[in-house]
């Protein structure tokens, strides 16, 4: 799209249209206690690159605004790939010029591409034959004249489905006569179109005319504003076409992507950087729905603050090395993609989209020396309050070590929410993990995790107490591997559980033999103010206190993950 308000027709149709979707996405973000199954688990192959890391997925639509908005300090860091922007002079935005944000653009190492139908105003644009060759070869002399040295493409037109008047004749016309003219007067410089709407269904015609024409773009472009999970289908159709018509496959540029309810939402956008990497995708750009000058959404606002999506790219941003093949269970839900640096003792992941418990089973480390024994693996994720909500960084959720086991490990993600982006990052055992004995007590109320009267036997009831130097105030942490733990009672040897291994909210704790079952094992999940989430596996739910009390002797249990001070615990060792 080239502009905001000219738009609002087509904005209403795409929100209207994905109604429905949106609808059964909000029930996603309800708690879901069971267990990771094939549905909700992400495969990465650490041992199986297939393309140089590029970031292909970092450009936007009017990401930049000016020489100077958004700051070199907020574009720099998610290291973005290529902006589309207007041509010098253009009409269509009061903002975004081409040569203006030239240098802030290169500081960043990105590219550009010259949309050069957005010299017009106006949604259809204001076109007319009697100055477009005109507009066209002024543009073209600017450019040259200017000497920058990122220019990756020309666009001709934009959305030809959406704003072609047929009055004007035919856009296959308009095409060739346009495409002619740019080569007269620029011979090298690739070009790129058709620059079709979700609609691709005029591809074949366009290419055809092209193919008769000696016209074929250097570069096909598309946009994709619905839904991620349209892309490999989109992308297979179009390389059916250019097959069938002896075309040498093309480069693809998505020059817009995400819907308007997806922008600014790490979850929505993690599937679309998955897919673009996996299907080898040249460039993508996020789409332009709000305001220019925010990088396609992941600022607040023109020039703002990080929202919960920038922190998405800067993981993406930080990526090295090479992809490596990432493998969800379906086109919609988790996704993901990967990278292994080039030393090949690093390996992260941006993951997102499932909802409820989900993982990520990480296979092939046995192909990376480093990374073949005992890992660390360290869990964040960024949130998703809102486009317009600032975010100042992401929340680690765990920093642990794990056995590699036949060149696996699966990193466990309870209560995944939908609309949240999340960043593993696995590197060699930098000895990380919480095992010992520690004094366990509730930020809440300060009071320290107990057994029912000090009891040792074999199904007290666990509560807080008054801190003192009780044996049954100590706490083992013992490493169970993938991130859990048994927290084992120093006076009594049994292990923390839930009665009756209840998933409801309300489950009491108490202490039992060591039976091997799931709810004697605990997740970690530091929040990253030195406290920690104490998570049951089995049932997905917190440790905390009834009704939040203050009182010595009040019942520990669990509990859905509500906010709560009395579901954060710190630890003293002992």
Request: glycine share 10%; charged share 10%; proline share 4%.
């Amino acid at each position: 799209m080239s502009t905001a308000n000219i738009r609002a027709g087509r904005t209403t149709a795409l929100l209207a249209a994905l109604a429905l979707a949106a609808a059964a996405a909000s029930l996603d973000t309800a708690p879901a206690h069971a267990a990771a199954t094939a549905s909700t688990t992400l495969v990465v192959n650490a041992g199986q690159s297939f393309r140089p890391v590029t970031h292909v997925a970092t450009g936007s639509l009017y990401g930049l605004a000016d020489a100077s908005t958004p700051s070199d300090s907020l574009v720099e860091p998610i290291k973005p790939n290529t902006f589309v922007q207007m041509p010098a002079g253009g009409h269509q935005q009061p903002t975004g010029d081409i040569l203006v944000v030239a240098p802030e653009a290169a500081k960043a190492g990105a590219k550009l591409v010259d949309r050069l139908s957005d010299a017009y105003a106006g949604w259809p644009y204001q076109f007319s034959w009697s100055n477009w060759f005109s507009l066209v070869d002024q543009q073209i002399a600017k450019v040259q004249a200017s000497g920058i040295k990122n220019l990756a493409a020309y666009a001709l037109w934009n959305e030809s489905d959406n704003t072609w008047l047929s009055s004007n004749g035919t856009f296959e016309d308009f095409w060739t006569k346009t495409y002619r003219e740019v080569r007269s007067k620029d011979a090298t410089t690739p070009i790129q179109g058709p620059s079709l709407s979700d609609n691709i269904s005029d591809m074949q015609n366009f290419l055809q005319n092209a193919v008769a024409t000696n016209t074929v773009p250097d570069i096909l472009a598309w946009h994709e504003l619905e839904n991620s999970s349209k892309i490999a289908g989109d992308i297979a159709t179009v390389t059916t076409i250019e097959k069938n018509l002896g075309i040498t496959p093309r480069p693809i540029a998505i020059e817009e992507y995400a819907a308007p309810s997806q922008v600014g939402v790490p979850g929505a956008l993690v599937g679309y950087i998955a897919k673009f990497e996996r299907l080898g995708v040249h460039d993508a750009e996020l789409a332009f729905w709000n305001q220019s000058g925010a990088l396609g959404d992941l600022l607040t606002a023109r020039g703002g603050s990080p929202n919960g999506a920038y922190w998405l790219y800067k993981w993406y941003a930080d990526m090295s090395g090479n992809m490596v093949t990432t493998t969800p269970p379906a086109q919609t839900g988790i996704d993901g993609a990967a990278a292994v640096n080039s030393a090949g003792n690093q390996l992260s992941v941006v993951v997102g989209g499932g909802s409820g418990d989900s993982a990520v089973v990480v296979n092939g480390l046995s192909s990376l020396s480093a990374l073949s024994s005992k890992v660390n693996v360290k869990v964040e994720y960024t949130p998703s309050p809102g486009r317009t909500v600032a975010v100042s960084g992401p929340t680690t959720l765990s920093n642990s070590t794990y056995t590699v086991s036949g060149g696996s490990i699966t990193v466990p993600i309870s209560a995944m929410n939908a609309t949240y982006g999340y960043h593993i990052v696995i590197t060699p055992a930098s000895g990380t993990s919480l095992a010992g004995t520690y004094q366990i007590k509730n930020v809440n109320s300060g009071l320290a995790l107990d057994t029912q009267n000090s009891g040792t036997a074999q199904g007290t009831l666990v509560d807080q107490a008054t801190p003192s130097s009780s044996t049954t105030q100590s706490w083992t942490l013992a490493d169970a591997g993938s991130g859990y733990y048994k927290i084992v009672n120093k006076a009594s040897g049994l292990v923390l559980g839930i009665t009756n291994m209840s998933t409801s909210d309300g489950g009491t704790a108490l202490i039992w033999g060591d039976s091997g079952t799931a709810d004697h094992l605990w997740q970690l999940v530091a929040d990253g103010s030195g406290h920690y989430k104490i998570v049951n596996k089995n049932s997905g739910l917190l440790l905390g206190v009834t009704n939040m009390s203050t009182s010595s002797g009040a019942q520990v249990l669990q509990w859905d993950d509500n906010g709560t001070a009395d579901h954060l615990w710190t630890l003293t060792a002992r």
